[in-house]
C-alpha cells in the first residue's frame, strides 16, 4: 500500500508545497484512490506515474478550498483522456453541498463528462462503504465546516495453498490443485470430502489506515486507532503559535496529535497540512519558522514511527505493518 502526498501545505501554497491532496494506491486493486483535491492537483499529478485514467475513488474531507479546488479541474482532464472500460466509472464521496458545487460548475461552464460519475454525500454521522471489497468509514470531526476523516480497511491476503498439507493428506498432484487453491469444496475418488481451505495456510490481515481532514480535535479519532496501522492527520500549529493566534483557527497542533497517538496503539503517524509559516529549510525567509519545531513537538509525546510529509513523498506500508518513506521529495 503506497501513499503519495501531492500537497501539504494549509490554506495557501508555498514555493515548496502545494494545497492538500493524498493519492493512496492499494495493492490489491488496480484502480488508486484520491484523498482531497487542492488546487492544482493535476499538475502535481503530472510528476507523479499515477494516471488520471486510472482514478477510482475521490474523497473529499470537507469543501474548504485548499481541499476541493482542483477537483473540477482534474474532472475536466479526465474526460479529455483516454479511458479503458474498466477504469471509465468514478466514485466521489464527501460532505453534503458537493453536489451541488460540482453541478453550478458544470452548468455555467459547460463541462460534459464523457465516464459515469457517482457522487455521494455524506450524512453529518458520517457512513459506511464498499468500494473493491474495500472498507470506507467516515468518520466525522471537529472543524468550522462540516469535516471527516476517511478509515480504509483494506481486506484480508489469503493465506498461501501448502502443497505439504495434502500430499499428507494422500491427495496427489494433478488438476484438483488449482480448485483446492481456490478454496472450494471437493468430493475425492475415494468417497472423502475435503474443503480446499484445510490446505491454504491463515490468512494475512489487510492493512487500515486513517486520513483525516481539518480537526480541532484529534481524541475524536482516539477510538478507531486501537485497531489501525497508520493515521495521516493535519499538525497546522505547534502549541507556541497555536496560543498566539488572535481567532480560533479550530486546527490541531503537533502536541494534540502526538498525544492522542501516544495513548493507543498505532505505530505509524504522518504528520501533514503545516501551516506556511513553517519552511521546509530553516531559515529560508526572515519571518519563517522551522518545520523542526513541529517535529520535534510530536517526538516529545509520540514514540513510535513518525513522518513530516512533503510534497512527493511516496510511503510505504507493508504487510507486516511497517511504515518506510520509499521516494523523497525531488
Excluded at 70 to 75: F, I, K, N, S
Excluded at 118 to 133: A, K, Q, S, T, V
Excluded at 262 to 271: A, E, G, K, R
Aim: glycine residues 8%.
Amino acid at each position: 500500500m503506497e501513499l503519495t502526498f501531492l500537497g501539504t501545505s494549509a490554506g495557501v501554497p508555498t514555493r515548496h508545497r502545494n494545497v492538500t491532496a493524498l493519492a493512496l494506491q492499494p495493492e490489491q486493486v488496480r484502480p488508486w484512490i484520491l484523498v482531497d483535491c487542492g488546487e492544482g492537483t493535476q499538475h502535481r499529478l503530472l510528476r507523479c506515474p499515477l494516471s488520471v485514467a486510472k482514478l477510482g475513488l475521490i474523497l473529499i474531507t470537507h469543501l474548504h478550498g485548499d481541499h476541493c479546488y482542483g477537483l473540477p479541474g482534474l474532472l475536466a482532464s479526465r474526460a479529455m483522456t483516454t479511458l479503458a472500460r474498466e477504469h471509465q466509472s468514478l466514485t466521489l464521496i464527501g460532505p453534503k453541498g458537493l453536489k451541488a458545487m460540482l453541478e453550478a460548475i458544470m452548468h455555467y461552464s459547460q463541462l460534459s463528462l464523457n465516464f459515469p460519475l457517482e457522487i455521494i454525500e455524506l450524512p453529518d454521522h458520517g457512513g459506511e462503504y464498499h468500494w473493491h471489497n474495500h472498507g470506507i468509514k467516515a468518520i466525522p470531526l471537529k472543524h468550522n465546516i462540516t469535516s471527516f476523516a476517511y478509515c480504509i480497511r483494506e481486506p484480508a491476503f489469503p493465506g498461501p495453498f501448502d502443497k505439504s498439507l495434502t500430499m499428507a493428506d494422500g491427495i496427489p498432484e494433478g488438476p484438483l490443485y488449482g480448485r483446492l487453491k481456490n478454496r472450494e469444496t471437493l468430493t475425492l475418488d475415494d468417497g472423502r470430502t475435503v474443503s480446499g481451505a484445510t490446505y491454504c495456510l491463515p490468512d494475512t490481515p489487510g492493512r487500515t489506515i486513517i486520513i483525516g481532514g481539518d480537526n480541532e480535535e484529534p481524541k475524536l479519532l482516539q477510538p478507531y486507532l486501537q485497531d489501525c496501522d497508520l493515521l495521516v492527520h493535519e499538525a497546522t500549529y505547534t502549541e507556541t503559535v497555536y496560543q498566539q493566534l488572535a481567532i480560533n483557527v479550530q486546527h490541531s497542533t503537533a502536541a494534540q496529535v502526538a498525544q492522542t497517538c501516544s495513548d493507543t496503539p498505532i505505530p505509524n503517524l504522518i504528520l501533514t497540512h503545516f501551516s506556511p509559516r513553517y519552511q521546509t529549510i530553516k531559515g529560508s525567509s526572515a519571518n519563517s519558522r522551522s518545520l523542526d519545531e513541529v517535529e520535534q513537538e510530536a517526538r516529545h509525546f509520540f514514540t513510535g514511527m513518525l513522518f513530516l510529509a512533503n510534497d512527493f513523498d511516496t510511503f510505504l506500508l507493508g504487510r507486516t505493518k511497517k511504515l518506510s518513506l520509499c521516494k523523497p521529495q525531488r
